[in-house]
Every structure is written in structure tokens, then in C-alpha cells.
Nanobody
């Protein structure tokens, strides 16, 4: 399984970005896809996850601002990030959990300037 993330960039506070993740390789009908992020000097943390059945979980820090979605037919996942804040600055990683395996994308940088 390979994950390709895209869509990061530099944006001013209050702005928006949309991240995308495309999964390729072995297909699984039941899985959890998600976004995690890691800021400099901090541990990687959960941003949001979505199951293949559509169950969604958000970190408290992004609730009401970020929206996760997926297209099971295309094996893609998106993260719409609105009202971005400087504390959202991090490398964002796409993640796929399936059959007790954890797969990670290469990460995409999101920088929010104040």
C-alpha cells in the first residue's frame, strides 16, 4: 500500500487549505484513513480519522474548522482546513490502518503565518 499526500502550503491565519491523500496498491474494503500532524519539537498527533463506513473522529483542536471526507471508490481522502491558525503549522501525514497494519504517506508541510 502506498499513500500520496498533497495540498500543503503557506497560508495566512484565517485562510484555508485542502489536503488530499490517494491510496494505491492492495485494496481493503474495511479500513480507517486519517490525518496526523507533527509540529517541530512535538510528537505526532491525531487530526482526524474516517472509517470506510463513514465514522469520523476529530481532535478537539480542529473541531468546527476541519472537515475530513473520503471516496471509497477512488481510494482517496481529503481534509478541508478552514480558519487556519499559526498553531496548525506542522507536517501533515496521511495514514491508513488496515488488518493491524499502519501505513503512512510522505507528509506535506502546512505553514500558517500570523
Amino acid at each position: 500500500v502506498q499513500l500520496q499526500a498533497s495540498g500543503g502550503g503557506l497560508v495566512q491565519a484565517g485562510g484555508f487549505l485542502r489536503l488530499s491523500c490517494a491510496a494505491s496498491g492492495r485494496a481493503f474494503s474495511i479500513n480507517i484513513m486519517g490525518w496526523y500532524r507533527q509540529a517541530p519539537g512535538k510528537e505526532r498527533e491525531l487530526v482526524a480519522t474516517i472509517t470506510s463506513g463513514g465514522r469520523i473522529n476529530y481532535a478537539d483542536s480542529v473541531k468546527g474548522r476541519f472537515t475530513i471526507s473520503r471516496d471509497n471508490a477512488k481510494n482517496t481522502m481529503n481534509l478541508q482546513m478552514n480558519s487556519l491558525m499559526p498553531e496548525d503549522t506542522a507536517v501533515y501525514y496521511c495514514n491508513l490502518q488496515v488488518a493491524s497494519q499502519n501505513y503512512w504517506g510522505q507528509g506535506t508541510q502546512v505553514t500558517v503565518s500570523s
